[in-house]
């Protein structure tokens, strides 16, 4: 089981920049795929992005393409997503995610997760 905790969190403007970190400890947390997931206010919880374990590959949700980027540092068992031109659609607590057993794009469905961290809050005014 890999544990997860998220930090960064906080409240910006429309078009700010936010960058939100998860460290992640347990087995085999190097070959995990991390990912980050999140949960507007009224709203289920939605797939964001998702790397490798070797930081090569990456996946998107169609919304935050071109806007955020995930990246993961192996040696520090940590993963990050900067979140660039920010939108009051982006409000939401964000999720970090990691699995074991999936790709970059199975992640992308919440069954697939094996792990949460507790959440991040982001708020965007405009």
């Known amino acids: 089981q890999v544990q997860l905790v998220e930090s960064g969190g906080g409240s910006v403007q429309a078009g700010d920049s936010l960058r939100l970190s998860c460290t992640a400890s347990?087995?085999?947390?190097?070959?995990?795929?991390l990912g980050w997931f999140r949960q507007a206010p009224g709203k289920e919880r939605e797939f964001v992005a998702a790397i490798s374990w070797s930081a090569v590959s990456t996946n998107y949700a169609d919304s935050v393409k071109g806007r955020f980027t995930i990246s993961r540092d192996n040696a520090k068992n940590t993963a990050y997503l900067q979140m660039d031109n920010l939108v009051p659609e982006d409000t939401a607590i964000y999720y970090c995610?990691?699995?074991?057993?999936?790709?970059?794009?199975?992640?992308?469905?919440?069954?697939?997760?094996?792990?949460w961290g507790q959440g991040a809050r982001v708020t965007v005014s405009s």
């Open positions: 995610a990691a699995a074991l057993s999936s790709t970059i794009w199975t992640m992308a469905k919440e069954q697939n997760v094996e792990s």
């Open positions: 347990g087995r085999a947390v190097s070959t995990a795929v």
